[in-house]
T-cell receptor
């Protein structure tokens, strides 16, 4: 089944403790992206990757890191999480022509930073 | 840059009534247009999309949307709401060049029995 898999689904952590949210897709998509979803703000892009070893900042990159060492994986790293990073996170992927195709989304990771 | 406006962050309809969720975009150049649905505790699923061709687009679960260039709109409709339609709905637009994607802030649909 074609899918984007995120782990974990739920995560509670403490301020300053490094964490990684994993994202993997099995569709050989070139493009991958991370979004955060907050009430009233919709989806805001954090980082995206056009292909292996090519990443760039989205609209809200502060406090986040990403890497794209393999085509299928695009982990999101929070080096020192803070409470304002409490949010619902989505990974998404798309083939090169995402304007025409749209995104496939993962099921989300609900992160709480206390 | 594009902007996407979804009028009404919360919409309530009775079961069996018409569903109308509004979406307007800002570009003078017609973009590609999408509607996504997010059921509770799930990710976003593609409901329907308009790229080229017929301006009335049919999607899954009986939803459809019509692209109206003169109104820069892409409103989502369903003739008869079901309880299972209760979800968050996101409109998204994509430029035909540059591959940027822009989401609206979402509309939460409640279906009243």
């Amino acid at each position: 089944e074609a899918q984007v898999t995120q782990n974990p689904r739920y995560l509670i952590t403490v301020t300053g403790k490094k964490l990684t949210v994993t994202c993997s897709q099995n569709m050989n998509h070139e493009y991958m992206s991370w979004y955060r979803q907050d009430p009233g703000l919709g989806l805001r892009q954090i980082y995206y990757s056009m292909n292996v070893e090519v990443t760039d900042k989205g609209d809200v990159p502060e406090g986040y890191k990403v890497s794209r060492k393999e085509k299928r994986n695009f982990p999101l790293i929070l080096e020192s999480p803070s409470p304002n990073q409490t949010s619902l996170y989505f990974c998404a992927s798309s083939p090169r022509d995402r304007a025409n195709y749209g995104y496939t989304f993962g099921s989300g990771t609900r992160l709480t930073v206390v | 840059a594009q902007s996407v406006t979804q009028l009404g962050s919360h919409v309530s309809v009775s079961e069996g009534a018409l569903v109308l969720l509004r979406c307007n975009y800002s570009s003078s150049v017609p973009p590609y247009l999408f509607w996504y649905v997010q059921y509770p505790n799930q990710g976003l699923q593609l409901l329907l999309k308009y790229t080229t061709g017929a301006t009335l687009v049919k999607g899954i679960n009986g939803f459809e949307a019509e692209f109206k260039k003169s109104e820069t709109s892409f409103h989502l409709t369903k003739p008869s709401a079901h309880m299972s339609d209760a979800a968050e709905y996101f409109c998204a637009v994509s430029e035909t060049t540059g591959n940027q994607f822009y989401f609206g802030t979402g509309t939460s649909l409640t279906v009243i029995p």
